[in-house]
């Protein structure tokens, strides 16, 4: 009669296995129900959703702002995406991460797209290298983005500090960043526009012909959005 042998190194190298921790990825709770965090599951990776100050995900020591073609359009129009580049610099590692660039197009030649020219989105991409020396990760689509994430949570080393904050404005900031939000108006003009008339209700009270002289052919466009009603 023939023993059943067993094979206790198989057995040791399973439970082995099975001891060793899963790499952990911090995630912003907004990213919650985004297919990137379900595919960073999928491929076997733990994530702590949590209230992030800046950056959408913390990979070991680096921080990563992730965004859709058509949120980074819209983010950079509404001059959000300054602002969060301003605020993930208290990072040493940091990315941008720009997904969907085989699902839709950054900008195209022959048309402005979402209202914006297409010089306008390449100057605004070299600012985020040279200026603000933040690398950009151009990325297919979601899945792409979390083998990207998957590749750099292997190899990476440390831990980011959850210690970030948000970038608090005094009050020549705020006033600024509320008149940089009005279409072709950025810092220096509105700086212009806030010695000459000293308040925003100056400003949206001004006729178009007084605004001519900081605007020049754009008082037009921002005394109608003034105008404009909801």
């Known amino acids: 009669m023939m023993k059943t042998i067993h094979n206790i190194f198989s057995r040791q190298k399973e439970i082995i296995k099975k001891e060793i921790p899963k790499i952990k990825i911090i995630a912003d709770y907004r990213e919650k129900n985004c297919l990137v965090a379900s595919e960073l599951v999928s491929l076997g990776f733990e994530i702590e959703f949590r209230e992030l100050k800046v950056a959408d995900y913390l990979v070991k020591d680096t921080a990563i702002e992730r965004k859709t073609i058509l949120d980074f359009i819209s983010s950079m129009k509404n001059k959000r995406l300054t602002k969060q580049l301003e605020e993930i610099q208290q990072y040493k590692n940091k990315l941008l991460i720009i997904e969907g660039i085989y699902e839709q197009e950054l900008y195209n030649d022959s048309v402005e797209w979402k209202g914006m020219h297409p010089n306008s989105i390449r100057g605004f991409l070299l600012s985020i290298l040279l200026k603000y020396k ?11 983005t979390a083998r990207f994430i998957s590749v750099l949570a292997k190899k990476q080393s440390g831990e980011c500090s959850l210690n970030a904050k948000k970038k608090s404005f005094n009050k020549k900031e705020q006033l600024q960043f509320i008149i940089e939000g009005f279409p072709g108006i950025g810092p220096t003009t509105a700086k212009k526009l806030l010695t000459k008339f000293k308040t925003i209700k100056n400003i949206v009270n001004a006729s178009e012909k007084e605004l001519e002289e900081i605007l020049g052919k754009k008082a037009e466009t921002t005394k109608g959005i003034i105008d404009e009603e909801y």
């Open 134 to 144: 933040v690398p950009i990760i151009f990325t297919k689509n979601y899945k792409d």
